[in-house]
């Protein structure tokens, strides 16, 4: 079930203390991505088959209940929350959010903002990390883009060959690196499809007593051979290539394959380690991005081309709409893996090692927290609002919330639940799902939208009799 996303413009709260701010409506609909979706999608679908299913394989069913929940988010006939002020009795309605991945910008940028705040905070170790991107040759990106699953099995791949590098390079067969590696489908010319990892890893290993060991980084060139031959032969062994087409990606001079460190992350840098988990989880286009240049055509400004330094990518809608859709992961599929000492088996008992150290001074405490998980609600959600009076189930549970509404203000700067009027926090007193009842009251919303604009229109003067002394 979707959730409510508090989004829109921030504005002055008139009657709350002077510099409180409160969050308006956004109009989604006005946005050039979701005009393309709009107008364009149909038309994808049925030309799907003739001329895209060929290169990236069949129709994928998700797609389609993406982009329908994409076209309700944030509008009231997707459903809403009705919200009520318990100090000045105000209400309003919260539309839903849509919860889509990698096609709404709004949700996306959201999950993007709560997990890097989550992942710098109680995730990342005080230690020093590194920034690792592993690509793969454009021959085989194909092959990832017909078969989901192969992403995965990549992330995989780079990860064995880093932690073994890294215990191999501080001599500590018991140690464990920590990384978090994230899948994205995207490159940053016109969203191209171009399956590539992002990871943060640590620049040393985590033994079972809690201390750190730092190593000096392995030679790029090393991890790049490994990994490609490591993955050239899982993708063998899985019968996605022959062994023949193997030995052939074994001869090329430039392989193709790289698993490199672009950046350093010093130990306490939390706010850049913040950044990068953003950056590596960010929505694949800025709706702002995109322009239309009529004649079904739209123009995408991009950073320079390395080859041509061009910024601009012109498209027909239909080929970017398909861009977009190829960037949707399937269910359940986890964009956002944890390894090594950061995995859920490993890092709990690391965290308690550390603390005991702590008590000897050797270690800094690690506040431990559970993580929300990648389709989280990222506000109120119909399944989990509480209503007046009901009591939260646990103490554990009131924390979880008071986490979760901690990093939601992070998200929006502002408390997305203040009353506009008098700026107290507000309670969900209903959730609205019934498509009927959705109908009528957004049809009233409406038609009372439609009365203010007339009436506010009528109270203007007419042209040429403006206030102030005539002459």
Known sequence: MRSHAPSGRVA???????????????????????????????????????RFEPEAGPWREPVERAVHAFLDCGRLQGGFARIRCPSCGGEHLLA???????????CQAKRSTLFGAWLAEHVLLDVAHRHVVATIPKRLRGLLERDRALHGLMARVAWEVLERALVEATVEPRGHAGGVIALQTFGSYGANFHPHLHGIVTEGVITPDGLF?????????????RFRRRFLLSLERAGRLRRETRERFLAWRHAGFSLRATQRVPAGATEQAERLARYATRVVVASERIE?????RVRITTPPDPVTQETVVELDEIELVHRLCQ???????????????????????????????????????????????????QGVSPRSATLPGEPLADAAEALRRR????????????????????????????????WVIVDR???????????????????????????????
């Open 12 to 50: 002055g709260l008139p009657g709350a203390p002077a510099g409180e701010r409160v969050y308006r409506p956004r109009h989604p609909e006005r946005m050039p991505l979701y005009r393309l979706i709009e107008r364009g999608f149909e038309g994808y679908r049925r030309v799907y088959a003739e």
């Open 292 to 296: 239309s240049v009529g004649a079904g």
């Open 213 to 225: 060991h730092p190593a000096v980084w392995p030679d790029e060139g090393l991890l790049a051979e």
């Open 403 to 434: 986490s979760w509404a901690r990093l939601l203000r992070k998200v929006f700067e502002v408390d997305p639940l203040l009353c506009p009027r008098c700026g107290e926090t507000m309670v969900v007193v209903a959730v609205i799902t019934d």
């Open 441 to 471: 009251i957004a049809r009233h919303v409406r038609e009372r939208e439609l009365a203010s604009v007339h009436e506010e229109a009528s109270a203007r003067d007419p042209p040429g009799s403006a206030s102030g002394p005539k002459t």
């Open 327 to 377: 960037h949707i992961p399937p269910p359940r599929m986890h964009m956002t893996r944890h390894y090594g000492a950061y995995a859920n088996r490993l890092r709990r008992s690391i965290r308690r090692a550390r603390a005991a150290l702590t008590e000897i001074g050797l270690a800094p405490p690690v506040e431990e927290v559970s993580p929300p998980a990648e389709g989280v609600s």
């Open 96 to 106: 839903f959010s849509c919860r889509t991945r990698n096609l709404c910008p709004s």
